[in-house]
């Protein structure tokens, strides 16, 4: 593998596509989506080898189907190519403007972050919409996806990249580094002269591998320890709710709940209602000491249940003495993604809001809404937990960065 | 070193300073300027004794004086706490917010980054700009400075800690590692779970080090290698003008010139005037085949001159064939922090403005102008050469993040 060839493709390429107009991107983005639909039967068929190959391999039900591409999937893999080029150019924005007491005159406008490397996990679809996030936002890409889906990623990109080329896509804007050597993509953690920026997107093991071992930028993914919390005011019916939208309409989604907690001045109504209600979705149910005072039919919480990501039928749920107790468990054992309040009191909503360190706090509402699309903020390559930069929905005004233009007469020191 | 306490002793004094208002941080801020005051003899005897040592080891006269503190010198130091009160507060502003089509009402805000390791060398009073801006944006800070200024940097860190804890600043806001042993920056590096952000303020040995060794995300501030660029419809009086001034007003900053593009067009008149504006003013002359085939007396440039950041009077000069060919020389050697085109035409400007990577692209003025005071954004901690989170001068408003806050009635998904 030339990493330094594939660098410098990559710069050079970022360098002509900061230089397209939205106009051009756009006709770029169409001809992408019209080529997943004609190229159906090449890209099937390549996952179909993935799909075979991973069932061979004893791979669960559950990761076969992520895997799996169907016609309707590319359909809607087409569809999400053709919205992103409805999306407004996030480059050329004025930031601000101002002129100071001198003359001079400076503006701060959106350019493009330059070259980004998206390295992810499973589902197919995650490659062709990072690489149309990257086009619209005028960024060179270079996708690394894993070695489950190796024939399906190559098929994609190579789809995409060539309808892309014959409508005026720069060479090398599309690079794609196949996956199943960890080591290469340690080596390509070090190209921090040709990439600007690594976004992983995929499990925790992949996260910190990636912030382990790269000396350019990257923007967290991680996963989501999400928390409601029923304070002492809150309106039942809407907890129960919103707990088992959050908990049970897509488990195994980052912004699912993963713990409830309950303030003690309302536990021994609260804790039966809504352990019920789990029940009754299905959710098992593991609890601390104070909460299985109020329901001893609760399997007994570890410390590291509290901290669990489980993406599962599954919930740890806690009895805490008041919100302040509430605002440090979260803390503590949160992963800064979305956390809720449910409360009448706006005094309590204030507090938590304030409180709470999170990329997004809620009251009153599902965390299953943090989302780009959810947010109207259009397709997204994920959720930010990091904090600089992002933080959030990682979407298209999150990928690009500022230069500043000072125009003057003759200005000096 | 207990580093584990240093850090969560950080992280708990960040989510009591993310809680104070602007009324509070600024009292804090006032009592800290009167305390390097009313510290002075103090803080002058430590530097005493670094300066002492420094002149034992023979370190050169530049930088005992980069290193020598006064007591004007502390007044200054003093003055710009007081001036860093006077700034808004850039925590709590609200980004953008907006209501969805279910009701969900949603605004970004921001609030401070959280923890900030700031690594610094030589001057003294860096120490103390940077805690003071921390504060400001209500981040805690762990101050490391180089072992050179070690006396000078524990007396001031212990000064502002001690000043402010008595008007309300909670314990840890403000931690200080002793600077000469890089073992423990580099286990300090590693400490992400508390640390959010590393900025280091030093040579680019400290930089590169800072970023091959954190897996904290890192805002670098690394040399600039700036060129100023005569394009032919160029006033040559002007463009000797900000040469000059960008090459010799302060040639030991990361604003000033270093290299010098001349188009061929006007060079048979423009080289020899400014080469002989420069040799008046004092500079080495370092030039390309075509640049001494205009000035045969310049020294011969190597390619390494060209990469060069020279600060000091030495400027590598040479002579391109076209605008592409200046931006493309730019875009090669340039660092991405200022370049500066001098030109009457605004075809050649808005090529220029588009084409060149860098933070701060200036059409007929000064490269001296990238500074947080000259921008008018106040005081900063240096100046962003990397893409991501802030770009160009780093002061209050970049060093803060965001929280979106979303309000319901009960929506779910």
Same mark, same amino acid.
């Given at each position: 593998?030339? +990493?330094?060839?594939? /660098?410098?493709?990559?710069?050079?390429?970022?360098?002509?596509?900061?230089?397209?107009?939205?106009?051009?991107?756009?006709?770029?983005?169409?001809?992408?989506?019209?080529?997943?639909?004609?190229?159906? #039967?090449?890209?099937? *068929?390549?996952?179909?080898?993935?799909?075979?190959?991973?069932?061979?391999?004893?791979?669960?039900?559950?990761?076969? #189907?992520?895997?799996?591409?169907?016609?309707?999937?590319?359909?809607?893999?087409?569809?999400?190519? @053709?919205? @992103?080029?409805a999306l407004p150019d996030p480059v050329g924005r004025s930031d601000s403007s101002w002129v100071r007491p001198n003359g001079l005159r400076i503006e701060k406008v959106t350019v493009p972050v330059?070259?980004?490397?998206?390295?992810?996990?499973?589902?197919?679809?995650?490659?062709?919409?990072?690489?149309?996030? !990257?086009?619209?936002?005028?960024?060179?890409?270079?996708?690394?996806?894993?070695?489950?889906?190796?024939?399906?990623?190559?098929?994609?990109?190579?789809?995409? #990249?060539?309808?892309?080329?014959?409508? /005026?896509? =720069?060479?090398?804007?599309?690079?794609?580094? =196949?996956?199943?050597?960890?080591?290469?993509?340690?080596?390509?953690?070090?190209?921090?002269?040709?990439?600007?920026?690594?976004? =992983?997107?995929?499990?925790?093991?992949?996260?910190?591998?990636?912030?382990?071992?790269?000396?350019?930028?990257? @923007?967290?993914?991680?996963?989501?320890? !999400?928390?409601?919390?029923?304070?002492?005011?809150? #309106?039942?019916?809407?907890?129960?709710? @919103?707990? &088992?939208?959050?908990?049970?309409?897509?488990?195994?989604?980052?912004?699912?709940?993963?713990?409830?907690?309950?303030?003690?001045?309302?536990?021994?109504?609260?804790?039966?209602?809504?352990?019920?209600?789990?029940?009754?979705?299905?959710?098992?149910?593991?609890?601390?000491?104070? $909460?299985?005072? +109020?329901?001893?039919?609760?399997?007994?919480?570890?410390?590291?249940? +509290?901290?669990?990501?489980?993406?599962?039928?599954?919930?740890? !749920?806690?009895?805490?003495?008041?919100?302040?107790?509430?605002?440090?468990?979260?803390?503590?054992?949160?992963?800064?993604?979305?956390?809720?309040? &449910?409360?009448?009191?706006?005094?309590? *909503?204030?507090? +938590?809001?304030?409180?709470?360190?999170?990329? !997004?706090?809620?009251?009153?509402?599902?965390? %299953?809404?943090?989302?780009?699309?959810?947010?109207?903020?259009?397709?997204?390559?994920?959720?930010?937990?990091? %904090?600089?930069?992002?933080?959030? =929905?990682?979407?298209?005004?999150?990928?690009?960065? $500022?230069?500043?233009?000072?125009?003057?007469?003759?200005?000096?020191?």
């Amino acid at each position: 593998m030339d +990493f330094d060839l594939l /660098g410098r493709t990559a710069r050079r390429a970022a360098r002509r596509l900061a230089l397209l107009d939205r106009a051009a991107k756009d006709a770029i983005l169409l001809a992408m989506a019209a080529a997943l639909k004609s190229d159906a #039967d090449s890209i099937l *068929a390549a996952n179909t080898r993935d799909v075979a190959a991973a069932e061979a391999k004893g791979t669960s039900a559950a990761l076969v #189907d992520r895997l799996r591409l169907t016609p309707a999937r590319l359909d809607d893999m087409a569809k999400g190519l @053709i919205e @992103i080029a409805a999306l407004p150019d996030p480059v050329g924005r004025s930031d601000s403007s101002w002129v100071r007491p001198n003359g001079l005159r400076i503006e701060k406008v959106t350019v493009p972050v330059g070259v980004i490397a998206i390295i992810f996990e499973a589902r197919p679809n995650v490659g062709a919409d990072a690489a149309a996030l !990257c086009l619209k936002s005028g960024n060179a890409v270079i996708l690394r996806g894993g070695s489950e889906a190796k024939e399906s990623n190559a098929a994609i990109a190579s789809c995409l #990249d060539r309808a892309g080329r014959a409508h /005026g896509l =720069p060479e090398g804007a599309i690079q794609f580094l =196949p996956g199943g050597d960890r080591a290469l993509v340690k080596e390509m953690l070090r190209l921090d002269k040709y990439i600007d920026l690594v976004i =992983p997107r995929g499990g925790d093991a992949l996260v910190h591998f990636v912030a382990e071992n790269s000396t350019i930028p990257v @923007i967290k993914n991680a996963g989501g320890v !999400c928390h409601l919390l029923v304070e002492a005011s809150a #309106d039942l019916a809407m907890a129960e709710s @919103i707990l &088992i939208n959050g908990k049970c309409q897509r488990p195994s989604v980052c912004n699912a709940l993963e713990t409830l907690l309950i303030e003690k001045s309302v536990a021994s109504v609260a804790v039966p209602h809504l352990a019920a209600a789990l029940r009754t979705a299905g959710v098992e149910i593991r609890g601390d000491a104070a $909460w299985r005072s +109020f329901d001893p039919a609760a399997k007994e919480a570890s410390d590291a249940d +509290f901290a669990a990501e489980f993406l599962d039928l599954v919930i740890s !749920c806690s009895v805490v003495d008041d919100l302040g107790a509430a605002i440090e468990h979260i803390n503590q054992y949160g992963s800064g993604h979305s956390e809720v309040i &449910i409360t009448n009191s706006s005094q309590a *909503a204030t507090r +938590f809001r304030q409180e709470v360190d999170a990329a !997004c706090v809620y009251v009153n509402a599902s965390t %299953r809404f943090t989302d780009g699309g959810q947010f109207g903020m259009g397709a997204e390559i994920g959720i930010s937990t990091g %904090r600089l930069h992002a933080r959030g =929905p990682l979407g298209l005004q999150q990928l690009v960065t $500022w230069k500043h233009l000072v125009s003057g007469n003759g200005q000096i020191r």
